[in-house]
């Protein structure tokens, strides 16, 4: 009688053990099939996990961005709707998309992705788009500013449009500015609007043809005339939070250029155009150009470092950057 007792028990545990093996070879079966379905395209075959990292990196940079606005008090609502405050977000109508442009942040590829959106196109290839183009008043032509929709029609592109911005560390932003305006022989508007009145301003016994041309302007000259700004700053070193009020925009991306191919891709996909242009895989030298301003701005005194971070230390806390610490033994950006 004994023996049939266990005899019986024994035959239970192993079906009840078999059935749990079946149950989770079934699971698992299941968990692999969702992970390589092969109707996804190509570029939103990420796992499950990557996608959760995402979305908690990108709610962490959001909530960091309300703080900080609540913290330095500026507004987060607005009684009227300024249409001047959005002369540089662009809007693609067709897919519901919202972008601010900040120059020096990829912001030519963006355009160009806006482009495709917006315009017949058979290219999907950000790339095929002429750089100079993006730039252009044309341009503006096919992508319209938000600025130039009513004040009703901005109010409704901001709550049920989805919106990207994208930002970088300051103070390299900065001087990635000032290599492409006042380096480069071609940016004649820069040398003439701005080069002449910062010679003009802070070299000491300029000649004349430097103060005729304006093409000569060093760092530490561009560095000061941005520190004592006697006109709203250009919007090549303009602050993001001006640039883009996300205290009053409620993005649904910030990225980074450090992150820029990730943060990128991931935005495609939210915005659920993924399938229709792609972001263009040519490096961008973020490594090699972190350490040129290593180099460059450890030639200036650490109290000029430290005005530039006061200028910008809205920029360095909202999205979360370190203090500019240049002087010190092996800092990084």
């Not at 008090?73 to 067709?94: C, E, G, R, W, Y």
């Not at 071609?186 to 009145?197: L, V």
């Not at 530490?220 to 993001?240: I, R």
Request: proline share 4%; aromatic share 12%; hydrophobic share 35%.
């Amino acid at each position: 009688m004994v023996y049939k007792v266990v005899k019986g028990k024994l035959i239970i545990a192993l079906l009840s053990a078999m059935i749990i093996l079946v149950f989770l070879l079934v699971h698992s079966n299941h968990v692999m099939v969702e992970y390589i379905n092969p109707e996804v395209d190509s570029r939103e075959k990420f796992s499950n996990q990557f996608l959760t990292n995402e979305e908690i990196e990108q709610e962490m940079r959001k909530k960091n961005v309300q703080e900080i606005c609540r913290k330095n008090l500026i507004s987060q609502k607005q009684a009227t709707v300024n249409p001047q405050q959005f002369t540089d977000i662009l809007v693609d109508d067709k897919h519901k998309l919202l972008y601010c442009s900040v120059p020096k942040v990829a912001c030519t590829n963006w355009k160009r992705i806006l482009y495709i959106l917006s315009v017949k196109n058979n290219s999907t290839n950000p790339v095929n788009i002429n750089a100079s183009f993006v730039h252009s008043t044309d341009f503006t032509k096919h992508v319209r500013l938000l600025s130039s929709y009513s004040v009703s029609e901005i109010s409704n592109k901001l709550e049920n449009y989805f919106k990207i911005m994208f930002v970088r560390e300051p103070l390299e932003r900065l001087l990635s500015a000032y290599r492409n305006k006042f380096t480069m022989p071609y940016n004649r508007y820069f040398h003439k609007r701005y080069g002449r009145k910062i010679v003009k301003m802070f070299r000491k016994n300029p000649n004349q043809t430097s103060l005729a041309e304006g093409n000569d302007v060093q760092f530490k000259e561009f560095v000061q005339y941005v520190l004592n700004p006697k006109e709203p700053l250009n919007q090549h070193w303009k602050q993001y939070y001006k640039l883009c009020h996300p205290c009053i925009v409620n993005y649904d991306i910030i990225g980074k250029y450090e992150t820029l191919y990730r943060d990128s891709i991931y935005a495609l996909q939210r915005a659920g155009i993924s399938h229709k242009v792609t972001f263009p895989t040519s490096a961008y030298h973020h490594r090699k150009t972190s350490d040129l301003a290593l180099e460059i701005y450890r030639q200036l005194p650490e109290e000029t470092i430290h005005k530039l971070w006061q200028l910008y230390s809205v920029d360095y806390t909202m999205f979360g950057y370190s203090y500019p610490d240049y002087h010190s033994t092996g800092q990084t950006i």
